[in-house]
């Protein structure tokens, strides 16, 4: 089964900086890309998304330390993080939608940010 493939998670202290990236290598037609993050206890959440023609949304609480982007050529999907919070430490999944062959989701890297 092609799934997409999340990686660059890891361990940073508050205010640090860490970059994710979502391989999408073996799915075709995709339309947009998005990021979701889900933490213990919470509901999974939105954190951002792109469309094919690059229109991008952010959730409120990472606009203006989140910036997502893609690059068409690889399949590839990424994700800036800077200036991160405690509050920021989540499990980090993206979804891939096409526009003919359905939804695909990765596993997931996890990001833990320490106070």
């Known amino acids: 089964q092609v799934q997409p493939v999340e990686s660059g998670g890891g361990l940073v202290q508050a205010g640090g900086s860490l970059r994710l990236s979502c391989a999408a290598s073996?799915?075709?037609?995709?339309?947009?890309m998005a990021w979701y993050r889900q933490a213990p206890g919470k509901q999974t959440e939105l954190v951002a998304r792109i469309t094919s023609d690059g229109s991008t949304i952010y959730a409120d609480s990472v606009k203006g330390r989140f910036t997502i982007s893609r690059d068409n050529g690889k399949s590839t999907m990424y994700l800036q993080m800077s200036s991160l919070k405690p509050e920021d430490t989540a499990r980090y999944l993206c979804?891939?939608?096409?526009?003919?062959?359905?939804?695909?989701w990765g596993q997931g890297t996890q990001v833990t940010v320490s106070s």
């Open positions: 073996g799915i075709s037609s995709i339309h947009t």
């Open positions: 979804l891939i939608n096409t526009w003919s062959r359905g939804n695909y």
